[in-house]
């Protein structure tokens, strides 16, 4: 509402304060879990290593923020989970709505995710490409060269 966007400059730090509010309520809660929630969260971890170790060959240091990037082993190099889980998120959210509002959406906000995604794969090189999102949005054509 307009009076909490009044309020909002008034109020410095606040974003901080709530962070650190939801962080210790989140510490709490899971402090207070059983033996049984934290061998699930350690065999997740676990998890997430030994798949690591099976889709990706290098680890590139962060670029900007970013999530780090990797590059896939070449006996994965067409695993869309494997691609999937190394993409950002800003990036899945921009598939995301492609996927959900691609009849909707002007073409220059469809540029501007390719080119987004063109610009992280520098950095990123095991990432979705294009490509991909291409075949999931028009799954009955085969790309153009210029549409890439």
Known sequence: SSGINAEWPLRPGIDFKLYDHFYK????????????????VAKLKQLNVDFS????????????????GHSLRESHK?????????????????VIGLKQFKDKLP????????NHM???????????????????????ESP???EL
């Not at 990706?56 to 999530?67: C, R």
């Open 25 to 40: 309520k989140m510490k709490k809660i899971i402090s207070e879990q059983d033996e049984d929630f934290h061998k699930e």
């Open 53 to 68: 170790k099976e889709c990706y060959e290098k680890v590139f240091p962060v670029y900007n923020g970013n999530k780090i």
């Open 78 to 94: 067409d695993n869309m989970t494997c691609k999937t889980l190394t993409t950002d998120d800003v990036t899945q959210t921009h």
């Open 107 to 114: 073409p220059s906000d469809i540029l501007m995710v390719r």
């Open 118 to 140: 063109q610009n992280l794969k520098k950095h990123n090189p095991a990432m979705l490409d294009w490509s991909d999102v291409y075949k999931v949005l028009h799954p009955d």
């Open 144 to 146: 153009n060269k210029s």
